[in-house]
């Protein structure tokens, strides 16, 4: 199985901060790689797929970037609605690995 | 628009079973691979399970926890989709979300999520 390694584990900013977060896969997954926002008690919602391509309606201060291994997910200005855990996944093999999440919490 | 939404969760004792459903609308649901994901209580996102679409067989794939015991099915004439779980333990216990797995382009992204059901495993 693909092991997806996120870090930080828990990210504490303020609004207006950029924000990065990592994901690091145990095998390359080329850019088989999505990033999802989930809000307490939520369900996710899909922000980027294919490593870098934002999903319909996302806003534009999110991108992601990298490929075979190492992936980030950059907030450009963090805004109050983004505070939330979220996860990278593998869709390149099954099964389809999650990391284990990144919560951005208000400084 | 999409919806998918999931019901069927509840309390059900350890060695138990329980069906989980999730029905489909504003997609060609036949034409769908579909997922379930899982969430134990204060922790984050399991990858459960994955069915094809009929015309690719409608082949499945599990995470080894669940395998042997849970069984992914749909019903494309009731735009439905199920999750049969047997020999429930109380390790099982999250919340359970249905999803879409999105192709092409899209690299088997999941980008429509149902709201979840609970289950919880306890005697």
């Known amino acids: 199985d693909i092991q997806m390694t996120q870090s930080p584990s828990f990210l504490s900013a303020s609004v207006g901060d950029r924000v990065t977060i990592t994901c690091r896969a145990s095998q390359s997954i080329t850019n088989y790689l999505n990033w999802y926002q989930q809000k307490s008690g939520k369900a996710p919602t899909l922000l980027i797929y294919a490593a870098s391509t934002l999903q319909s309606g996302v806003p534009s201060r999110f991108s992601g970037s990298g490929s075979g291994t190492d992936f980030t997910l950059t907030v450009s200005s963090l805004q109050p609605e983004d505070f939330a855990t979220y996860y990278c996944q593998q869709s390149y093999s099954t099964p389809r690995t999650f990391g284990q999440g990144t919560k951005v919490e208000i400084k | 628009e999409v919806q998918v939404v999931e019901s069927g969760g509840g309390l059900v004792k350890p060695g138990g079973s329980l069906r989980l459903s999730c029905v489909a609308s504003?997609?060609?649901?036949?034409?769908?691979?579909m997922t379930w994901v899982r969430q134990a209580p204060g922790r984050g996102l399991e990858w459960v399970g994955r069915?094809?679409?009929?015309?690719?067989?409608?082949?499945?794939d599990y995470a080894a926890p669940v395998k042997g015991r849970f069984t992914i099915s749909r019903d494309d004439s009731r735009n439905t989709l199920f999750l049969h779980m047997n020999s429930l333990k109380a390790e099982d216990t999250a919340v359970y979300f249905c999803?879409?797995?999105?192709?092409?382009?899209?690299?088997?992204?999941?980008?429509?999520w149902g709201q979840g059901t609970l289950v919880t495993v306890s005697s």
């Open positions: 504003g997609f060609i649901f036949s034409d769908a691979w």
């Open positions: 999803a879409t797995v999105r192709g092409g382009r899209y690299l088997f992204a999941l980008d429509y």
């Open positions: 069915i094809r679409s009929k015309a690719d067989d409608e082949t499945t």
